[in-house]
């Protein structure tokens, strides 16, 4: 978890998040990421497509952390 999740500053993550993306778009964690952002802040319909977008990815490349025991549906 990061720093902002820690602080809870969830709006605060997710607009970081969002600027990561640009750069690192199939790093699965980002979408992690962006799940706890959504799901703290209550936007339910968001997190679920985050969270969906990053199983869809599998883990992420070579060099980047994966999600692996983080999500279960």
């Given amino acids: 978890m990061t720093a902002l999740a820690k602080l809870g500053w ?3 993550l ?3 998040n969002m600027e990561s993306f640009a750069l ?6 980002l979408y992690r ?3 706890i952002g959504y799901g703290s ?3 339910i319909d968001q997190a ?7 199983l869809s990815l ?3 490349k070579e060099g980047y952390p994966g999600i ?4 279960r549906i």
Avoid: N, Q
């Fill in 10 to 12: 969830y709006s605060e």
């Fill in 14 to 16: 997710i607009r970081d």
């Fill in 24 to 29: 690192f778009p199939d790093f699965t964690e």
């Fill in 33 to 35: 990421l962006r799940t």
């Fill in 41 to 43: 802040l209550g936007e």
């Fill in 48 to 54: 679920i497509d985050s969270l969906r977008i990053a």
């Fill in 58 to 60: 599998g883990p992420s």
């Fill in 68 to 71: 692996a025991g983080y999500a």
